[in-house]
Structure formats: C-alpha cells, structure tokens
Nanobody
Framework: VQLQAYGGGLVQAGGCLRLSCAASGRTFSSHVMGWFRQAPGKEREFVASITWGAGNTNYADSVKGRFTVSRDKAKNTVYLQMNMLKPEDTAVYYC????????????WGQGTQVTVSS
C-alpha cells in the first residue's frame, strides 16, 4: 500500500491550498481515509477524514467550515481543500488509511509541508 501526499506550499493568511493523496496497492472500499498534521514541537493531530465508500466526513473543530475533504474513486485520490488558511495551520500534513473497523490508522503517506505566512 502506498499513499503519496502532495500539494503543499507557502501561502499567505486567508489563502487556499488543495492537498492530494494518491492511494495505490489495494482497494480502499472498506477504508477510512484521514488527514493529519504535525506542527513543530507539537503532537500530530487529526484534521479530517472520509469513508471511501459512502463519503461520510469528519472534521476537527479547528478546521470546520474552512477545510473540505473529498475523494475521487476513479482516480483513487483523496483531497483536502483548505480555505481561509491561518498561520496556525502551518504544519506537515499527512494522509493515512485504516479499515473502517479499525481504531488506528495503519497506512501512512509521507508528509507535505504547508506554511501559512501572516
């Protein structure tokens, strides 16, 4: 299984970015795809998730109303649209996957850096 996240970069506060996570190596129909982030000196935190099959979404309170997670089944890709970015959104963002019945995420991609300048 391979998850490859990309799309990070440097953006001014109030701007937007779209992260992508290309998934390969298995079918994900029974999986949950998640986005996490880790800022310098802080623990990794949950950002958003989506069930691959039904498309049910879940968001951290800190990003609700600003971020949108989606998936394209045909492209085997999960997206994180980030709008109204704030400096506190600066972090390395990771995509991950787990079976819908599992508690912990099993598969992780490499991170992509998002930097929001004030």
């Amino acid at each position: 299984v391979q998850l490859q996240a990309y799309g990070g970069g440097l953006v001014q506060a109030g701007g937007c970015l779209r992260l992508s996570c290309a998934a390969s190596g298995r079918t994900f129909s029974s999986h949950v795809m998640g986005w996490f982030r880790q800022a310098p000196g802080k623990e990794r935190e949950f950002v958003a998730s989506i069930t691959w099959g039904a498309g049910n979404t879940n968001y951290a309170d800190s990003v609700k109303g600003r971020f949108t997670v989606s998936r394209d089944k045909a492209k085997n890709t999960v997206y994180l649209q980030m709008n109204m970015l704030k400096p506190e959104d600066t972090a390395v963002y990771y995509c991950a996957a787990k079976h819908i019945l599992d508690t912990n995420y099993r598969y992780w991609g490499q991170g992509t850096q998002v930097t929001v300048s004030s």
